[in-house]
């Protein structure tokens, strides 16, 4: 384990932006998400029925950060920076860059897990654990959806054409997985929103899965 926080467990998330003294860092990225085009996807809520925007002053963002493969050294710009920082905190020893951009150095700060009290500890590490179980979940049931994916496929191809049928039970089976640890991670707690941008499914897919919960 690295010296910070992982950013991606609600307990890192907010001791990370929910302090007063964080706003230094969250106007710092809000500015530079408007630079963020090809990761970022924005999701409003809308009446199915007539495609109408329920309203637009609600909307997620939803940031790829597997997309981003930059390393240290080949990161040019603030915002950059600010991404790989971001996406790699948990397991690095050092804040890069701090020396030089003082927002960095206030993140560092903010994000040691050093600095945690006894009941954030608790939370927090019961909250990496929940991450990890779920990313392994939704692992396990991507592989299996590739596994009957691939063999659906094989079958429909064999009278449909064998790229055609492998192309569409491939692109089934994922889905169903996908769907599978959803409902899992639902079951666990996690909200809607994280579902959906560890699923890779949307928030309205999800709001349906959950509805089917109760």
């Avoid at 860092?25 to 199915?48: A, I, P, Y």
């Avoid at 981003?68 to 996406?87: A, M």
């Avoid at 179980?133 to 054409?161: S, V, W």
């Avoid at 994280?194 to 499914?201: E, G, I, N, P, Q």
Wanted: glycine share 6%.
């Amino acid at each position: 384990m690295g010296r910070f926080v992982n950013p991606f467990t609600d307990t890192g998330f907010k001791i990370i932006f929910g302090q007063e003294l964080s706003k230094p860092l969250l106007m710092f990225m809000n500015f530079k998400l408007e630079c963020l085009k090809s990761f970022r996807t924005d999701v409003q809520l809308k009446n199915t029925r007539t495609n109408e925007t329920i309203s637009d002053k609600i909307k997620y963002i939803y940031l790829q950060l597997p997309y981003f493969t930059k390393e240290e050294d080949e990161c040019e710009t603030y915002f950059e920076r600010w991404i790989y920082i971001f996406k790699n905190m948990e397991i690095l020893e050092r804040i890069p860059w701090a020396a030089k951009y003082s927002v960095f150095a206030r993140l560092g700060e903010i994000a040691k897990i050093a600095n945690m009290n006894e009941k954030q500890r608790r939370k927090y590490d019961h909250d990496l654990k929940v991450l990890r179980d779920n990313y392994n979940i939704l692992d396990f049931a991507q592989k299996k959806a590739h596994e009957r994916g691939l063999a659906e496929g094989r079958a429909e191809g064999r009278t449909q054409g064998l790229a055609e049928g492998r192309t569409q039970g491939l692109a089934e089976g994922l889905a169903e997985g996908r769907k599978e640890a959803a409902v899992e991670m639902l079951k666990e707690g996690m909200s809607v929103e994280l579902v959906a941008r560890l699923s890779k499914l949307s928030v309205e897919d999800v709001a349906n899965l959950q509805s089917l919960l109760k």
